[in-house]
Nanobody
Framework: QFTPVESGGGLAQPGESLRLSCTGSGGTLDAYSIGWFRQAPGKEREGVSCVTAADGPANYADSVLGRFTIWRDKAKTTVYLQINNLKPEDTAVYYC?????????????????????WGQGTQVTVSS
């Protein structure tokens, strides 16, 4: 079973950008729909973006439209999440999740958390 591994988090100032990466082992990344979720302290987990298996369509939560971009690299070994114009409210632990040929859907403005495998998370902190 594919196990996602996140990287790329860190401390950034408002207005800066970060690029998160999702790799992993135990399967071919291209066969998995990949989602990015985040959880801030004291808040519920929020689905921010996903991309369908085999480089299918991507979706975004309403809250991040225009600032977040998700894509797979050409080698099909990594899924990236680019976060531009970082805001303090982007501070959270970001999780990558995978689902074998699963869906990548939006409901009520957020990504549906229908993913079977989850990474350990990477911390993003936005502060001046």
């Amino acid at each position: 079973q594919f196990t996602p591994v996140e990287s790329g988090g860190g401390l950034a100032q408002p207005g800066e950008s970060l690029r998160l990466s999702c790799t992993g082992s135990g399967g071919t990344l291209d066969a998995y729909s990949i989602g990015w979720f985040r959880q801030a302290p004291g808040k519920e987990r929020e689905g921010v973006s996903c991309v369908t298996a085999a480089d299918g369509p991507a979706n975004y939560a309403d809250s991040v439209l225009g600032r977040f971009t998700i894509w797979r690299d050409k080698a099909k070994t990594t899924v990236y999440l680019q976060i531009n114009n970082l805001k303090p409210e982007d501070t959270a632990v970001y999780y990558c999740a995978a689902n074998f040929w699963g869906q990548c859907a939006v409901k009520d403005g957020t990504i549906v958390p229908d993913f079977a495998s989850w990474g350990q998370g990477t911390q993003v902190t936005v502060s001046s």
